[in-house]
């Protein structure tokens, strides 16, 4: 029994227990002093935890880092952690905590980075935080923070980091923070500042490296900025600013200039001219007139791998300045403008198509010229591939890094630069470094995988123990120096596997347990010794269905699956593509499990979808999907890559939709709004989609789970319906050709998209498929959720119609849009959802009719668009970082607490 076991802390014995598997690391440092123990350090870095944190963390009174980041943590922030007052990294970000930010937390007078973002956090900043005079990292984005960002902050001496984007942040920007005299970056992107400036005085904000108010209902003037000497990127796209561009000349640092999706008139300055770093500049969607500028490469001196896009699309741009003659490094977009129509220059014509999209990404796994069973990869060998000496064979650490708000919009120019910072951070040769892939998500950041090798002049072929825990402790410790270009970083894993698997970095030295100070910092019970054998347990059976998994592949008594033309993968394919399945890949979650984003060995991005071990649901899903989708074929269905059928792993591999959910879209969760044709091309795709299962499938297939969140998006913005799991096959005709319209079934589906026949009657018919579409029609319009605050969608909408209110719920996000060709559509929407099933549409009509509407609507073109795309999967296009779709959070079997119509 432990007495008092955290009441003093004197030195910390860096020599105290630090272990490590291949999925994560785990350190507590604590020494004993008299009898008592005292901790320095809790780090539990991608350990997959789960539970929540008890307010006996107040305890630990002389912790300094607290560090439990890509875990599955919940609950609320203990107000208690406010009484650590030794306290300097405070890192929770990448787990499930909800509830507000406790005030006590502004009164750590040590604290140096707070780190909460990507948690479902809500409420206010407290203005306590302006007291928080050694901090230097705000990192809070990717929340639900609402309110005003406090005066107080601008107090603050250190700050350099302001990271707020992505949440729901309300009010005025305060001028103040142009008084914050070390601020390098602010972001606030993904807020709804409504009605607000951009205050003046941002403009004195002389440290400033990077400023983005992206998507932040920002209006009136731009402010000349030119006057910040060092800014390197600026983002103040998709707002409502107006007027013209500034004419000053900004920083000769700049990289990245993204002003579109505003009303800026007048024409394009002269000032962008001889910028020699600038990889992006993109004026789109604005009123931008006269001439377009032939000289805003001059004078640029271009590398071999650096570029320069030019956006100039949908603009009224109506001549050229001078020929346009770019190198071939800089790519000129002009589609849009009336330029493209008026002008019979042949020199502008391929300017005024479509560009291909551009990829910033590596995946390496080059051949160099080795003996290829040399080293053995079976055992983490691989070789080095700018080793010193030929063919050298060794074991990496691979390391999971992601630039935070990086200050450049195209990374391989950078690329060699990158290599030294890091190296020369972690104090190693250049050759130890390989970046093993790279690729751009959303908001924007930088992801990468850097494998880390031996030196070779050391004789071996793997670090020795002392040097993995000097680089871990070089990443978990934030002791890389900062980086004016690249920004924050975070480490999203730190994998140990091979030779260094389960490496104990140090032996224990006290005896105080892991689960001792678990018990304290989860709130797990009083039984410690128990919870010790859990956590050892859980890492033990999951370090055994690694090593294990391929060898016990078919010793269960359940036959494996063979599907002809679909890829069967391995487990160990599985979890190299996303990293053990670490927190950081996740990208949804459901009833049938949890969702990843893979990278495969070809280089190919992927969605996994794998079943909750144990999960009668997900297996029998598991199998309807798998046998509907390796046999239906269209370009709106989403289309399957694999499946891993192993052990007790069940998981389905699906190209990867890099435009998210149509219900993030709809939730505001992405930068780009949809416009009313884009949203009637996703409605066209996704009927057609489903009329492919009613009448071309053989036999036919009744969906059953029609909703926003299965309506996935490719980088094309094609639509396509995903998540078969629920589907059933339509009733097969008898030999005279005769068969039931319904398939009798217990009730399946999400609450707000099940027909209400179906619900009463439990027989399923292609009209339970066509009124789940129609409310999906609705939330299109609409932009309200199926079911809220006990308001349905369809009763909301019928009434707004039948009194003439109908403009006042149309989604404002959309803007502007052809009067009649919303209502032909909302009128299709209404008939699809009638409670009367045989008076709703069939499929078919439903097709056809949205192809009306499309050839009635202004710029479009006549004829409907055919949605044929190939979807690569980029990463570099924006993506949603949920993707429910392929997850699932129907109810199954349960009859919904809802009042059908």
Known sequence: MLADPFKRLRNWNKGDPCTSNWTGISCFNATEEDGYWHVREVLLLDMNLSGTLAPEIGQLSYLKIFDIMWNQMSGTIPKEIGNVKSLELLLLNGNQLSGSLPEELGYLPSLNRLQIDQNGISGSIPKSFGNLNNAKHFHMNNNSLSGEIPVEISNLPNLVHLLLDNNNLTGHLPPELSNMPRLLILQLDNNQFTGSHIPASYANMSKLLKMSLRNCSLQGNIPDLSGIPRLGYLDLSWNNLSGPIPTGRLSSNITTIELAHNSLNGSIPSNFSGLPLLQRLSLSSNRLSGSVPSTTWQNLSFSDNATLVLDFRDNLLSDVSALLNPPANVTIELQGNPVCTNSNRLSISHFCVSQAQRNDEKNSNEQIGCPPHACP???????????????????????????????????????????????????????????????????????????????????????????????????????????????????????????????????????????????????????????????????????????????????????????????????????????????????????????????????????????????????????????????????????????????????????????????????????????????????????????????????????????????????????????????????????????????????????????????????????????????????????????????????????????????????????????????????????????????????????????????MTPDCDSTPPDSVSISTGNPSSPASESYNGYGSDHISGVVPNINPR
């Open 377 to 855: 990869t079976e055992s983490n060998f691989e070789y080095v591939p700018e080793s010193p000496v030929p063919c050298f064979c060794a074991a990496p650490i691979e390391v999971g890094y992601r630039l935070k708000s990086p200050g450049i919009s195209s990374f391989s120019p950078y690329e060699t630069y990158f290599e030294t910072y890091i190296t020369s951070g972690l104090n190693l040769a250049s050759y130890q470094l390989d970046i093993d892939s790279y690729f751009w998500e959303h908001g924007p950041r930088l992801r990468m995988l850097l494998k880390l090798f031996p030196q070779f002049d050391n004789h071996s072929n793997t670090f020795n123990l002392s040097e993995v825990r000097r680089i871990q402790e070089l990443f978990t410790g934030w002791t890389i120096h900062h980086s004016d270009v690249f920004g924050p970083y975070e480490l999203l894993n730190f994998t140990l596997k091979g030779p260094y698997a389960n490496m104990v970095l140090e032996s224990p030295k006290s005896g105080i347990g892991m689960g001792a100070i678990l018990g304290i910092i989860l709130g797990a019970g009083a039984v410690i010794v128990l919870l010790s054998a859990i956590i050892c347990l859980l890492v033990m059976k999951r370090h055994t269905r690694y090593h294990h998994g391929i060898s016990s592949k078919h010793l269960l008594s359940k036959s494996p699956i063979k599907v002809d033309g679909v890829k069967d993968f391995t487990y160990e394919e599985m979890v190299l593509a996303t990293n053990n399945f670490s927190r950081s890949t996740q990208v949804g979650l459901g009833g049938y499990g949890r969702v990843y984003k893979g990278l495969l060995a070809d280089g190919t991005v992927v969605a996994i979808k794998r079943a909750e071990e144990g999960s009668l649901q997900g297996q029998k899903e598991f199998l309807t999907e798998l046998e509907l989708l390796s046999r239906v074929h269209h370009r709106n269905l989403v289309s399957l890559v694999g499946y891993c059928d192993e052990a007790s792993e069940e998981m389905l591999v699906y190209e990867f939709m890099p435009n998210g959910t149509l219900r993030d879209h709809l939730r505001g969760k992405s930068k780009e709004p949809l416009g009313f044709a884009r949203r009637l091309r996703i409605a066209l795709g996704s009927a057609r989609g489903i009329l492919y299962l009613h009448n071309e499938a053989n036999p036919p297939i009744f969906h059953r789970d029609i909703k926003a969140s299965n309506i996935l998006l490719d980088s094309k913005f094609v639509a396509k319906v995903a998540d078969f799991g629920l589907s059933r096959l339509a009733p097969v005709s008898d030999l005279d050709g005769s068969a039931p319209d319904h398939v009798s079934t217990v009730v399946k589906g999400t609450p707000g998209y099940l027909d209400p026949e179906y619900f009463l009657t439990h027989k399923l018919t292609d009209k339970s498929d066509v009124y789940s579409l129609g409310v999906v029609f609705l939330e299109i319009l609409t932009g309200m959720r199926p079911i809220s605050h006990g308001k349905n969608i369809v009763r909301e909408v019928n009434t707004a119609y039948q009194s003439g209110t109908l403009s006042s719920i149309i989604d404002q996000q959309m803007g502007s849009y052809p009067s009649e060709c919303l209502d032909q559509f909302m009128k299709l929407a209404l008939r699809c959802c009638l409670e009367d099933t045989m008076a709703r549409p069939s499929m078919a009509e439903v097709v056809q009719e949205l192809e009306n509407i499309w050839k």
